[in-house]
């Protein structure tokens, strides 16, 4: 990661001035901002020892019982009260080990603690709520007393520099070429899915099935004119040595809203909007719409307030790439690589909103032209090293990604091990991605079993926890067999239903009691033969 050089301490705003300690706090770190390139003060060793050992030594065991993606974060916070604050930093972040931050979870809150990264807004699954918790927790850190030179106080483990390789991290990206996207989706959905290619032969990349592609997008070009409109500027005024439409498309975030922005505005305004946008800083919602607030909404929320640009610019997120997972096989077609991507497209009150990088790739860019991005290497979701291990895989909508670059890369390499596909989706006749590969699969004796789920077809839902649920027995006898079994899709609802349709069938067909099914299901994730790939 980058390392970046600590500025002096600047005092801006006088004590003098009407403002509280925390509000003139703040002011001083924003101008400081806008006058430095710098970033925060490294903590000395003593200090860092202090605050990663936590009062009175370590005080850590090891394990990480928050470390489920399903748990809302003020659990996942009691379960790490008494821990050191790396380990509460780690119980912040949204638990997903996606990458999308360049680190896992672990790694990230060591190197936050231990001052290696300086950044605290990479988590993106984990959103607000992870940067709140996260900065509560640095200021933890900013205020630790130096502890006691000697030998009860270990000095801070070194983070040596990592140089990494170009297109392998989100710090040091490659050109790779978009060459193509074909609808997924037939007639009658309410879906829009595409399938996308890149050609990577000039970019020097190669990756393994289970890796995800980080991908950089611009900001819809409208999107950016209608915020500089409500600013009452141009789109020429210069911002960082650029005009401002660059930034606003390139660099920046314009959803959600970030508490900065809330910060800003309530500086620079007055009475009952000066209150109500404290609150929302603060993480509070006076007025019930804080979770629809993007920065487009935020300023029409506070139609008569109009930041300056530089400081408007200065109080927005930096734009963070997106991940995907892989839907190819490097094995099966070398140089080239795929996506599986939902469109995302809603509507809050009569605006249009739009996903950022899903849009970007289903509109916004033409074959031949050229986008940053980086391989992003899984952790801990990847074919078994034998490959005569069985699989069974789980992978409703565009959670067949991974599995489908499995299932091509089983057969490029000859791998004689079952595979098992769960899919599901809306309804067969518009939402069956990939039929034709997967029917020749199954023709072919590559794919073993074929299951599939529609839940808008018949007068009931029904899901593919329900359809392993109807197959429990032979789910089981797989599992008995040594099969691996992965989930990929989504964290808070899906994988948590999945898994708990896995305890059920563990718990019925293996003759074991409810609690004896959890404890087997959670061995089978320490063995490494139930894996998860969710956002």
Same mark, same amino acid.
């Not at 289970?210 to 409109?229: C, E």
């Not at 997120?317 to 839907?327: D, K, V």
């Not at 497209?345 to 899903?358: D, F, Q």
């Not at 039929?435 to 593919?464: C, H, I, P, Q």
């Given at each position: 990661?980058?390392?970046?050089?600590?500025?002096?301490?600047?005092?801006?705003?006088?004590?003098?001035?009407?403002?509280?300690?925390?509000?003139?706090?703040?002011?001083?770190?924003?101008?400081? %901002?806008?006058?430095?390139?710098?970033?925060?003060?490294?903590?000395?060793?003593?200090?860092?020892?202090?605050?990663?050992?936590?009062?009175?030594?370590?005080? =850590? @065991? %090891? #394990?990480?019982?928050?470390? =489920?993606?399903?748990?809302?974060?003020?659990?996942?916070?009691?379960?790490?009260?008494?821990?050191?604050?790396?380990?509460?930093?780690?119980?912040?972040?949204?638990?997903?080990?996606?990458?999308?931050? $360049?680190?896992?979870?672990?790694? *990230?809150?060591?190197?936050?603690?231990? /001052?290696?990264?300086?950044?605290?807004?990479?988590?993106?699954? %984990?959103?607000?709520?992870?940067?709140?918790?996260?900065?509560?927790?640095?200021?933890?850190?900013?205020?630790?007393?130096?502890?006691?030179?000697?030998?009860?106080?270990?000095?801070?483990?070194?983070?040596?520099?990592?140089?990494?390789?170009?297109?392998?991290?989100?710090?040091?990206?490659? &050109?790779?070429?978009?060459?193509?996207?074909?609808?997924?989706?037939?007639?009658?959905?309410?879906?829009?899915?595409?399938?996308?290619?890149?050609?990577?032969?000039?970019?020097?990349?190669?990756?393994?099935?289970? =890796?995800?592609?980080?991908?950089?997008?611009?900001?819809?070009?409208?999107?950016?004119?209608?915020?500089? !409109?409500?600013? $009452?500027?141009?789109?020429?005024?210069?911002?960082?040595?650029?005009?401002?439409?660059?930034?606003?498309?390139?660099?920046?975030?314009?959803?959600?809203?970030? @508490?900065?922005?809330?910060?800003?505005?309530? *500086?620079?305004?007055?009475?009952?909007?000066?209150?109500? +946008?404290?609150?929302? +800083?603060?993480? #509070?919602?006076?007025?019930?719409?804080?979770?629809?607030?993007?920065?487009?909404?935020?300023?029409? /929320?506070?139609?008569?307030?109009?930041?300056?640009?530089?400081?408007?610019? #200065?109080?927005?997120?930096?734009?963070?790439?997106?991940? *995907?997972?892989?839907?190819?096989?490097?094995? !099966?077609?070398?140089?080239?690589?795929?996506?599986?991507? @939902?469109?995302?497209?809603?509507?809050?009150?009569?605006?249009?909103?739009?996903?950022?990088?899903?849009?970007?790739? +289903?509109?916004?860019?033409?074959?031949?032209?050229?986008?940053?991005?980086?391989?992003?290497?899984?952790?801990?979701?990847?074919?078994?090293?034998?490959?005569?291990?069985?699989?069974?895989?789980?992978?409703?909508?565009?959670?067949?990604?991974?599995?489908?670059?499995?299932?091509?890369?089983?057969? &490029?390499?000859?791998?004689?091990? /079952?595979?098992?596909?769960?899919?599901?989706?809306?309804?067969?006749?518009?939402?069956?991605?990939?039929? @034709?590969?997967?029917?020749?699969?199954?023709?072919?004796?590559?794919?073993?079993?074929?299951?599939?789920?529609?839940?808008?077809?018949?007068?009931?839902?029904?899901?593919?926890?329900?359809?392993?649920?109807?197959?429990?027995?032979?789910?089981?006898?797989?599992?008995?067999?040594?099969?691996?079994?992965?989930?990929? %899709?989504?964290?808070?609802?899906?994988?948590?239903?999945?898994?708990?349709?896995?305890?059920?069938?563990?718990?019925?067909?293996?003759?074991?009691?409810?609690?004896? &099914?959890?404890?087997?299901?959670?061995?089978?994730?320490? /063995?490494?033969?139930?894996?998860?790939?969710?956002?």
């Amino acid at each position: 990661m980058n390392q970046m050089t600590p500025p002096p301490r600047i005092e801006i705003i006088p004590s003098s001035a009407p403002f509280s300690d925390a509000q003139r706090s703040w002011l001083n770190g924003f101008f400081a %901002g806008l006058l430095t390139d710098g970033g925060p003060t490294p903590m000395s060793s003593e200090q860092g020892a202090s605050m990663l050992q936590g009062p009175g030594g370590d005080g =850590d @065991d %090891g #394990e990480a019982p928050w470390h =489920d993606q399903t748990m809302p974060i003020a659990d996942r916070m009691k379960l790490a009260e008494g821990r050191p604050l790396r380990r509460r930093m780690m119980a912040a972040m949204a638990q997903q080990d996606c990458g999308q931050c $360049g680190y896992n979870c672990h790694d *990230y809150s060591d190197a936050i603690a231990s /001052k290696a990264e300086p950044r605290l807004n990479l988590c993106v699954p %984990g959103g607000k709520e992870t940067a709140r918790m996260l900065k509560a927790l640095n200021e933890e850190l900013e205020k630790a007393p130096a502890a006691s030179a000697g030998p009860a106080a270990a000095p801070a483990a070194a983070v040596p520099a990592v140089v990494v390789e170009p297109g392998r991290s989100r710090d040091n990206p490659v &050109a790779a070429t978009f060459l193509s996207r074909r609808l997924l989706n037939k007639p009658g959905s309410e879906k829009e899915t595409w399938h996308i290619d890149f050609d990577l032969s000039g970019a020097g990349l190669d990756y393994v099935v289970g =890796d995800s592609f980080g991908i950089f997008a611009r900001n819809d070009l409208g999107h950016v004119d209608q915020i500089i !409109a409500l600013l $009452g500027a141009s789109h020429t005024t210069k911002v960082r040595g650029k005009t401002l439409r660059e930034v606003l498309a390139d660099e920046v975030s314009l959803s959600p809203a970030p @508490d900065s922005l809330f910060e800003l505005v309530s *500086y620079i305004t007055g009475g009952a909007q000066r209150e109500k +946008a404290r609150a929302l +800083a603060q993480g #509070e919602d006076p007025d019930g719409d804080a979770a629809t607030l993007d920065v487009m909404a935020a300023l029409q /929320k506070f139609s008569g307030v109009r930041p300056h640009p530089e400081a408007f610019v #200065e109080a927005l997120e930096p734009l963070q790439p997106r991940l *995907y997972s892989i839907s190819s096989s490097h094995n !099966a077609t070398p140089g080239k690589l795929s996506l599986t991507v @939902d469109c995302v497209r809603y509507v809050i009150g009569k605006r249009k909103r739009i996903g950022l990088a899903s849009t970007f790739l +289903a509109e916004r860019i033409n074959p031949g032209d050229e986008l940053k991005v980086y391989v992003q290497k899984a952790h801990g979701f990847a074919l078994p090293q034998d490959p005569k291990v069985p699989i069974i895989m789980i992978g409703p909508g565009t959670g067949i990604a991974p599995f489908r670059a499995f299932l091509l890369d089983r057969k &490029a390499t000859g791998a004689q091990g /079952k595979n098992w596909l769960f899919f599901g989706h809306q309804r067969s006749a518009s939402d069956f991605f990939y039929a @034709d590969e997967l029917n020749a699969m199954k023709t072919s004796g590559l794919l073993t079993r074929l299951s599939l789920a529609w839940s808008r077809d018949g007068d009931k839902k029904f899901y593919v926890q329900d359809r392993m649920r109807e197959l429990g027995r032979e789910v089981w006898t797989w599992l008995a067999d040594g099969a691996n079994i992965y989930i990929c %899709g989504d964290a808070k609802r899906m994988a948590k239903d999945v898994e708990r349709a896995l305890v059920d069938i563990v718990a019925q067909f293996g003759a074991r009691s409810t609690d004896e &099914a959890v404890l087997f299901v959670a061995d089978l994730k320490k /063995k490494g033969r139930f894996q998860q790939d969710v956002y």
